[in-house]
């Protein structure tokens, strides 16, 4: 095996502090540039409505106008019938009929129950302005539990996620390849439409229509397909891409205010966001007959085919790093023991080892003793830690009890190799989980007497074991 040795440095305080800050903080400043300007006064923003004009002028569009500017996008239908049409196919969030009497506001109490009450407001106006009365019919009334129309969100948020979380969880599950990765997505993907669809209808939450589990499954695929695609390239990164798409920007845009009352800014966000387009697909299947959820349906889709693109460029990455070191691609790239182990936030570090294992705060995922044929310590023993790839983790040297410890290590398979002036080498590989320090022992025998394993190096140690630190 060929491996890249390189010294390993003692990592600077400031460093530390910076890795361990820049996360929060930027999730901080995310939510606070994101959740505050979207959500604090909502109002309408270019928000599309319809005004009959078979009855005689009101001037509608110009007391919208003056009320809001910039708020209403006015077109005009040919009447009553083509006014509440045009709420109903989702082509406008209210259609107003001036009269000589009354003037009829339809209005959508499934697109935000804000939304509708504002609607109401400055359409009121309106009637004034025309020395009417104003009549509001609602055409897509909501359960009797979703009050203000936000409960499609809240499922949304429930069912995406997770899929976000399952991403990162199977990231450490070193023993599935991508395809028992997928299928892992699929199976918990359809459990938990199951689940949440008979649990919000049972609790009165969502009317009674499977469609609402084919919308929630493709969610929560969307989220988990795409954010197992894009971790192998953003490493490190991951968490704050992960976050920052599926909680700082999606919750925003998703509807907890009505999209019609975002800012323009995020108004384009929610068009292509896949919680925002979810609730959409939602809204139109339960609350609408079916209209306007095409396009929803396919943004979701794309969601899904970019992570399966994603996930099939670093299969193909790794096939041509496997084909370059002249090793069995179809065998390698079918199980890989670990895809991206640089995904793992923490810094391989030595700890300094003590008499009886006092290892200070920091927990140690490897530990273990280097003795000599006559089992007595080794002292200043070489312990190298290598990655599935060959390259050095972390190198470190036993104390005068012939004694190591090492934390911050990436879950899966590691190599460990011994090494000490006058001794045969010993590799022993290790299998790292999470909450469990792995205990790894070495017996260095002399040269001349050591069994040889592939260029004067064996494999071997002393009876070891695991043990959970508390």
Same mark, same amino acid.
């Given at each position: 095996?060929? $491996?890249?040795?390189?010294?390993?440095q003692?990592?600077?305080?400031?460093?530390?502090l910076a890795?361990?800050?820049w996360?929060p903080?930027?999730?901080?400043?995310?939510?606070?540039?994101?959740?505050a300007?979207?959500?604090h006064?909502?109002?309408?923003?270019?928000?599309?409505?319809?005004v009959?004009?078979?009855?005689? *002028?009101?001037?509608?569009?110009?007391?919208?106008?003056?009320? $809001?500017?910039?708020?209403?996008?006015?077109?005009?239908?040919?009447?009553?019938?083509?006014?509440?049409?045009?709420?109903l196919?989702?082509?406008?969030?209210?259609?107003?009929?001036p009269?000589r009497?009354?003037?009829?506001?339809?209005?959508?109490?499934?697109?935000?129950?804000s939304?509708?009450?504002?609607?109401?407001?400055?359409?009121?106006t309106?009637?004034?302005?025309?020395?009417?009365?104003?009549?509001?019919?609602?055409?897509?009334p909501?359960?009797?539990?979703?009050?203000?129309?936000?409960t499609?969100?809240y499922?949304g948020?429930?069912?995406?996620?997770?899929?976000?979380i399952?991403a990162?969880?199977?990231?450490r599950?070193v023993?599935?390849?991508?395809?028992?990765?997928?299928?892992?997505v699929?199976?918990?993907?359809?459990?938990?439409?199951?689940?949440?669809?008979?649990?919000?209808?049972?609790?009165g939450?969502?009317?009674?229509?499977?469609?609402?589990?084919?919308?929630?499954?493709l969610?929560?695929?969307?989220?988990?397909?795409?954010?197992?695609?894009?971790?192998p390239f953003t490493?490190?990164?991951?968490?704050?891409?992960?976050?920052?798409?599926?909680?700082?920007?999606?919750?925003?845009?998703?509807?907890?205010?009505?999209?019609?009352?975002?800012?323009?800014?995020?108004?384009?966000?929610?068009?292509v966001?896949?919680?925002?387009?979810a609730?959409?697909?939602?809204?139109?299947?339960?609350?609408?007959?079916g209209?306007?959820?095409?396009?929803?349906i396919?943004?979701?889709?794309?969601?899904?085919?970019?992570g399966?693109?994603?996930?099939?460029?670093?299969?193909?990455?790794? $096939?041509?790093?496997?084909a370059?070191?002249?090793?069995?691609?179809?065998?390698?790239?079918?199980?890989?023991?670990v895809? *991206?182990?640089?995904?793992?936030?923490p810094?391989?570090?030595?700890?300094?080892v003590?008499?009886h294992?006092?290892?200070?705060?920091?927990?140690?995922m490897?530990?273990g003793?280097?003795?000599?044929?006559?089992q007595?310590p080794?002292?200043?023993?070489?312990?190298?830690?290598?990655?599935?790839?060959?390259?050095?983790?972390?190198?470190?040297?036993?104390n005068?009890?012939?004694?190591?410890?090492v934390?911050?290590l990436?879950?899966?398979?590691?190599s460990?190799?011994?090494?000490s002036?006058?001794?045969?080498p010993?590799?022993?590989?290790k299998?790292?989980?999470?909450?469990?320090?792995?205990?790894?022992?070495?017996?260095?025998?002399?040269r001349?007497?050591?069994?040889?394993?592939?260029?004067g190096?064996?494999r071997?140690s002393?009876?070891s074991?695991?043990?959970?630190?508390?």
């Amino acid at each position: 095996m060929r $491996h890249r040795i390189k010294l390993s440095q003692e990592v600077h305080p400031a460093r530390t502090l910076a890795e361990a800050l820049w996360f929060p903080t930027t999730l901080f400043l995310g939510l606070l540039f994101c959740l505050a300007p979207a959500l604090h006064a909502p109002q309408p923003h270019n928000a599309k409505v319809v005004v009959a004009h078979s009855a005689p *002028d009101s001037g509608s569009e110009a007391v919208l106008r003056r009320q $809001h500017p910039g708020g209403f996008d006015v077109t005009t239908v040919a009447g009553r019938q083509e006014a509440r049409r045009a709420v109903l196919d989702r082509n406008a969030v209210a259609g107003y009929v001036p009269g000589r009497t009354h003037g009829v506001l339809y209005v959508a109490k499934a697109n935000g129950v804000s939304l509708e009450q504002a609607l109401i407001k400055d359409f009121s106006t309106v009637a004034a302005h025309d020395r009417v009365k104003l009549q509001v019919e609602d055409v897509a009334p909501t359960v009797a539990k979703d009050q203000m129309g936000t409960t499609l969100v809240y499922f949304g948020v429930a069912w995406s996620i997770p899929g976000y979380i399952l991403a990162t969880t199977l990231l450490r599950a070193v023993t599935f390849n991508r395809r028992r990765k997928l299928l892992t997505v699929m199976g918990l993907s359809a459990l938990l439409s199951l689940v949440g669809f008979l649990a919000g209808v049972r609790l009165g939450y969502l009317p009674d229509d499977p469609s609402t589990m084919v919308v929630a499954f493709l969610l929560t695929t969307a989220v988990a397909t795409f954010s197992s695609g894009v971790a192998p390239f953003t490493k490190q990164l991951f968490p704050a891409v992960g976050m920052g798409l599926f909680i700082v920007l999606s919750v925003p845009s998703s509807g907890v205010a009505p999209v019609a009352m975002l800012p323009t800014f995020f108004q384009y966000l929610h068009d292509v966001m896949p919680l925002g387009n979810a609730v959409d697909a939602l809204r139109g299947f339960l609350y609408f007959n079916g209209a306007g959820v095409l396009g929803p349906i396919l943004v979701l889709c794309a969601w899904i085919t970019a992570g399966l693109a994603l996930l099939g460029l670093d299969a193909w990455r790794h $096939h041509r790093q496997f084909a370059q070191q002249g090793l069995n691609t179809e065998e390698n790239i079918e199980e890989p023991p670990v895809e *991206d182990p640089s995904v793992e936030t923490p810094t391989p570090t030595a700890l300094p080892v003590h008499r009886h294992h006092h290892f200070g705060e920091s927990v140690p995922m490897l530990f273990g003793t280097v003795r000599n044929a006559q089992q007595r310590p080794v002292r200043h023993a070489a312990v190298t830690v290598i990655d599935t790839r060959g390259r050095q983790l972390v190198r470190t040297m036993t104390n005068a009890d012939g004694e190591y410890a090492v934390t911050g290590l990436p879950e899966g398979y590691i190599s460990v190799v011994i090494s000490s002036s006058g001794q045969t080498p010993v590799v022993d590989q290790k299998l790292l989980q999470s909450g469990v320090a792995a205990q790894a022992d070495f017996v260095l025998r002399g040269r001349l007497g050591g069994t040889p394993f592939g260029g004067g190096m064996y494999r071997g140690s002393a009876p070891s074991d695991e043990m959970p630190y508390q």
